[in-house]
Each structure stands twice: as structure tokens, then as C-alpha cells.
């Protein structure tokens, strides 16, 4: 038993080291052998194929790895590391939405995404959501109207609505499967929601496999109390991209009495693409210009509902340029074009191997960003191109070339492939460790 508990605390001493390692401060005592460094992050390969067909209605959980210096890259546990990650998405807020390291693609278009790592290392990818043939639409998420309070012995009815992937949406409400946290202190019969008792309940609603919660408070009426005021705290706050903040929302009643509804009072934005709101949590987005955005909160008791605004500063990313005209934007992606592009991956693979293909554009203000461009083999014999992906037939060499569009502007890059007889061999020159999905 003792050697069985040995190999585990070695397995999740390796996992941890893994998942979040510790940057060499250098040094090292006696060896002639420089210490790694980390120097980087990247796309995981597997992230990579999926980003490369990803299409409007589609989820995609961004997976990265660490690049050192001695070549070797480290599979990132963003569920440990989530703390060290800045994501955000610098230029196509109307065509995907990130939320922690998830991208969820809404409509077809160009989107660029910054990830910046423990506040020092950075990659940018640009993306093509594509769009889906009638025949393709899918169901991509529900949503329930909020209800911030019900009182005991009164009934509420429920809202529910499904957004598709082409951009449309319909009431579903009399489809949902709903469900109470707690019976005891709210009840569900159809769409009619009943409140029993004084209590905090999670409502949670179910539809062809998507699902949506609301907390709600049931309460007991008081005679004579009703609700004065709400407050949001802060009133005024400045963030940067990136950055978060929970408000705090105190409501105020006749009889003096105050109480907190941060969690149960219903909270809107009004410019969505400034940044993204999960409950009374708001998260700044990637902006090209300071930007001030009004949060209204709003909270019902006894057929009385107040509301309370707080105004949200989002500070410009410095990162972001203008389109040379002084015009800037959230959704710019066509102002620039790039210079060049670049094929960056490994130039040999072993018959029978895979090579995932990676591409990096330059534009004229000196950036440069992963890209998603075509791929065409010249000799298919020696090796084939499916999607990002390159594959070893036989013994030889081919010419792999990327084709990219931006901005009316094409450009095109080649590299010359070698495969080789032998072993598996990805042709990356790197030393890369995989446990499965990290994330």
C-alpha cells in the first residue's frame, strides 16, 4: 500500500509541476547545461484543429501550452492556472463571445483573440467563423427571464428563450424541463413557479441538452415594509481589459432595514461589447477607446421594484491600433491587411506521421498573429494536407503552400516538406508532454 500512495504523490507532484510550472530563475550549481526558461505560450495542436473549422454555433475550449527554451512545451491546467490568464477578444465582439478560456462562436466573421500569461508572455490567433447552411442550424444556448424574488403563497411564470446558431430565437417555454433547488422553499408546475417558503432557490431550466440557472429569494411579506432604494457599491469603477468585478447591491427598506441581493438582483450593461456580465460580475473586454458603460440593476419586492445604475470605465488596450484615419471601433478587423505571412511549423515528418501546420501573419505596424489560412500540397503522393493537418504518404519531398485573405489583400508563403522513412515523428523538433485535455 506505503509503494502504491508513492507512485500517486510522484504522479501529482509531475501533474502539478505540469500543469503550472514555476519559471527557472536560473543558476544551478556545477552543470554546463543552461537551465530552461520559459520564454512563451501557444495553441495546443489539438485547439488548433478545431479553431481552424470552427463555425457559428460551435463552443471552443482554448487549450494552451508553455514554450521553453531548451524546445520542450507544457500542456497549461487552465482550471489551476485560470488566475493567470488574461483572454480577450481584440477585434469581432459581434461574431464570439469568450467566457474564462471558452470561445463561443455567434455568427460568421473575422475575430482576433490576445491571451496574455502570467502578465508577461502574449500570442495573438486570428480566426473565420464560418457560417452553417440552413440545413446546419443548432441550437446554441437557452436563456431564462430573471426573477429576482417571489413571495410566499404567490406564483410567477416562467420565460424561457432559445438563441440558434444562424442568429434567430423563439420562446421555448413550454418545452423546458424546469427544476427547483429546494422544494421546500419553491415549487415548479409547468412554466408556473410557486413560492413555499422563506429561502434562496436555483432555478434551473432544460432544453434539448442546453441549460440555464436563476437564483431566486422567496420571501415572507411584512405589513407596512416596503422597498425605498437599492445601491450598487461601487457606484463608479475604472477597469482595465481583462479585469473583473463583483458589485455589491444593498437594498434599503420603510422600516430601515437593509439587506444584500447581489446575487438575486437582475443586472444589465448597455454596451455588450465592452465587456461580458455572469450575475452581478462584470468582466472588461478589449476596447480601442476608453469606454464608459452604465450598469442598471434592478430588484422587486412586494410589487415594488427599484433600480440602481453604476457607471463602469473600460480602459482602452493600448494594444489596439487605429485604422490610420483616426477612426477606431470594436469591430475594425478590415481597416489592416497583412504585409506578409509566414509558415512557421517543423519541414519534416516521418512517413505515416502528422504535422500540424501553423501560420503567422505581419502587418505594416509591426504585429504579428497566428493565422488560419488554405493549404495546398504539390505532390499528394508524398504528402496531404486535411485542413491544418499534414500527413506522411511516402518517402520524398513536397511543397506545402498557405494561401490567406485579409482585407481584400492576399497572401501566400511556402515551405518544402521532407518525409522521411522511420519512426513516428510529428516534425515539430520539440518535446512536448500530453496528459489528455488539461482544461
Do not use: H
Not at 460551435?58 to 508553455?66: P, Q, T
Amino acid at each position: 500500500m506505503k509503494k502504491v500512495y508513492g507512485v500517486l504523490a510522484v504522479f501529482l507532484a509531475a501533474v502539478t509541476f505540469l500543469s503550472c510550472k514555476v519559471e527557472s530563475s536560473g543558476g544551478g550549481g556545477g552543470t554546463s547545461e543552461p537551465t530552461p526558461e520559459l520564454n512563451g505560450i501557444e495553441l495546443t495542436n489539438e485547439t488548433r484543429v478545431k479553431l481552424n473549422s470552427i463555425k457559428q454555433g460551435d463552443d471552443v475550449k482554448l487549450c494552451f501550452r508553455e514554450t521553453w527554451t531548451d524546445g520542450s512545451t507544457k500542456d497549461i491546467d487552465y482550471n489551476l492556472c485560470s488566475s493567470d490568464f488574461k483572454i480577450a477578444i481584440k477585434e469581432g465582439t459581434k461574431f464570439a463571445t469568450i467566457k474564462g478560456n471558452v470561445l463561443s462562436a455567434k455568427s460568421a466573421g473575422s475575430v482576433k483573440i490576445s491571451v496574455t500569461y502570467k502578465e508577461k508572455y502574449s500570442t495573438e490567433f486570428k480566426i473565420e467563423v464560418k457560417g452553417v447552411a440552413p440545413s446546419e442550424v443548432v441550437l446554441t444556448s437557452i436563456k431564462i427571464t430573471p426573477i429576482s424574488t417571489i413571495a410566499v403563497g404567490s406564483t410567477a411564470t416562467l420565460k424561457v428563450t432559445a438563441t440558434y446558431s444562424d442568429g434567430t430565437s423563439k420562446d421555448v417555454s413550454s418545452s423546458v424541463v424546469f427544476e427547483s433547488s429546494n422544494k421546500s422553499f419553491a415549487t415548479i408546475n409547468g412554466t408556473t413557479l410557486t413560492g413555499v417558503a422563506e429561502g434562496e432557490v436555483t432555478i434551473t431550466a432544460t432544453y434539448e441538452k442546453k441549460s440555464d440557472s436563476i437564483p431566486v429569494k422567496v420571501y415572507k411579506t411584512v405589513p407596512g415594509k416596503t422597498l425605498s432604494k437599492i445601491a450598487i457599491d461601487p457606484p463608479n469603477v475604472s477597469l482595465p481589459t481583462g479585469t473583473n468585478i463583483e458589485f455589491k447591491i444593498k437594498a434599503t427598506y420603510s422600516n430601515g432595514d437593509t439587506e444584500d441581493v447581489s446575487k438575486v438582483a437582475v443586472c444589465e450593461i448597455d454596451i455588450k461589447e465592452a465587456g461580458s456580465l455572469d450575475g452581478n460580475k462584470f468582466t472588461a473586454a478589449s476596447v480601442p477607446k476608453d469606454t464608459i458603460v452604465t450598469l442598471t440593476a434592478s430588484y422587486k419586492y412586494d410589487g415594488t421594484t427599484k433600480t440602481a445604475i453604476a457607471t463602469i470605465t473600460v480602459i482602452k488596450d493600448s494594444t489596439i491600433p487605429t485604422d490610420g484615419t483616426g477612426n477606431i471601433g470594436f469591430n475594425f478587423g478590415t481597416a489592416t491587411a497583412p504585409t506578409k505571412i509566414e509558415i512557421t511549423s517543423g519541414t519534416s515528418v516521418a512517413k505515416g506521421g502528422t504535422l500540424t501546420l501553423i501560420t503567422k501573419a505581419t502587418y505594416s505596424n509591426g504585429t504579428s498573429v497566428e493565422v488560419f489560412p488554405t493549404y495546398e500540397s504539390s505532390n499528394t503522393s508524398v504528402a496531404t494536407v486535411d485542413g491544418i493537418t499534414l500527413k506522411g504518404i511516402s518517402a520524398g519531398t513536397a511543397t506545402i503552400t498557405a494561401t490567406y485573405t485579409e482585407a481584400g489583400t492576399t497572401k501566400t508563403a511556402s515551405v518544402t516538406i521532407t518525409v522521411t522513412e522511420g519512426g513516428s515523428n510529428t516534425g515539430s523538433g520539440s518535446i512536448s508532454v500530453d496528459f489528455g485535455s488539461l482544461c
